[in-house]
Each structure stands twice: as C-alpha cells, then as structure tokens.
C-alpha cells in the first residue's frame, strides 16, 4: 500500500454528534497537513504538523481538534460541527515542511446534518 | 482577497492541440509555484512545480511558465490528451511560510 489514505470517504453526522477522521501515510513523510475544500472555494490550509510538532493553526474554530501521533498518522477530531463545515477534508503529506510538492488523499466528504 | 486568482473556470480543447492554463498572483513574496491535477472522487495530483529563480520547467507534455514581473504563470500541455481532462489547481508559497495558497481551479476537457 502506498501514498496516503484517509478514512472513511464518506461521513454524515449531526451537529451534537463527535466523530474524527483518519488520515495514514507510507511514504515516510516528516510533515503532514489538514485541508478544507469547500464548494466554490480554493483549498484552505487548516493543520500543519511537522515531524509530530503542531506548526500552524490557521486560526481553526475549536470544534476542529487535530492530533498527529507519529510522523505516518494523522486525526481530525471532529465535535459540535455546524452546517457550514459540510465540506471535503483533504490530508496532505511531504518530505518535511518547506518549498516541496504535497502529497494528497483522496479525502473525506462531510456533511453535517 | 485571494492571492492566488484561476480567472478561467472551464476550458475545452481539442484532442492534439495545447491546452493553455492561466494562474496569476498578488505577493510578490511567493518563490515557489506548482501546479495539481484532480479527477473526480480523488484527491489533488501533483504535476509539475516551478521555482522562483527559473521561468521555465519542462515536464514530458507538461511546461510551466512563470512570468515574475506579471505575476503570472502559466500550464502548457502539448498534445492534449482525452485522460487529461480534469480540474488544475495552481499553487504558491513561499520560503517564509510554506503555506501553499491555492487557486480555485480550472477544468479541463480535452474532446475527442
């Protein structure tokens, strides 16, 4: 198996409910990122880790908690969404957190209830 | 305000002829650019990246163009293939940040 892989593809869940996306990695990256793609929109940075370290929070509401426990794996906790976070949540994964190509899953499309 | 602008949301080419991708920019900061193909139900696929210092990268059928002082780049692919009918997303970033900013993309479809 190889690139990355999230899971599921597909999630539908109510507001109150709590839930977390899976996000794994086998191509020994260092850095891992959570992106937001909404309808219309550009993809919108949201997490940076790189080597386990949390490097950016681009000002994410708290109802979004990452966690990254090893360099191949990274979360998405999700808890309380509202109905605009209906999107697709894409991972991403590099060599190490600098000027270099990111490698993508195919994503989790969301929606919120 | 986006920084990065696909001012084009859709594309039709012919099959053989060149398909011609525009993206352009606003901060002069951005050194780094590349460019993603996406197909439906699938994530982004890098194609081709271009760095600040060069105006030109040449990947097989893929050519990317950049021109600093329009702030502009483009994506050339020559001959235009059925399978790459998709959706391009240009991509810049910096050396400060390393925060790609995305365009919102441009499809592509190349007839048969």
């Known amino acids: 198996e190889t690139g990355v892989t999230q899971t599921p593809r597909h999630l539908v869940m109510g507001m109150t409910n709590k839930k977390s996306l899976k996000c794994e990695q086998h191509?020994?990256?260092?850095?891992m990122y959570w992106y937001k793609q909404s309808a219309k929109k550009p993809l919108e940075l949201m997490f940076v880790?790189?080597?386990?370290?949390?490097?950016e929070n681009n000002s994410v509401p708290s109802r979004f908690s990452p966690e990254c426990p090893n360099s191949s794996h990274l979360f998405l906790h999700l808890h309380t969404l509202q109905p605009e976070d209906s999107a697709l949540y894409l991972c991403?994964?590099?060599?190490?957190?600098?000027?270099?190509?990111?490698?993508f899953g195919d994503g989790t499309r969301l929606s919120i209830l | 305000d986006q920084q990065v602008k696909q001012n084009s949301p859709s594309l039709s080419v012919q099959e053989g002829r060149i398909s011609i991708l525009n993206c352009d920019y606003t901060?002069?900061?951005?050194?780094?650019f590349l460019w993603y193909k996406k197909y439906p139900a699938e994530g982004p696929t890098f194609l081709i990246s271009?760095?600040?210092?060069?105006d030109k990268n040449e990947d097989g059928r893929f050519t990317v163009f950049l021109n600093k002082s329009a702030k502009h780049l483009s994506l050339h692919i020559v001959p235009s293939q059925p399978g790459d009918s998709a959706v391009y997303f240009c991509a810049a970033s910096d050396s400060g940040t390393y925060k790609y900013i995305f365009g919102t993309g441009t499809r592509l479809k190349v007839l048969a």
């Open positions: 191509l020994g990256h260092n850095a």
């Open positions: 880790y790189n080597f386990k370290e949390q490097t």
């Open positions: 271009i760095s600040s210092i060069k």
């Open positions: 991403a994964s590099s060599q190490d957190h600098s000027n270099q190509p990111q490698h």
């Open positions: 901060n002069s900061m951005f050194d780094y």
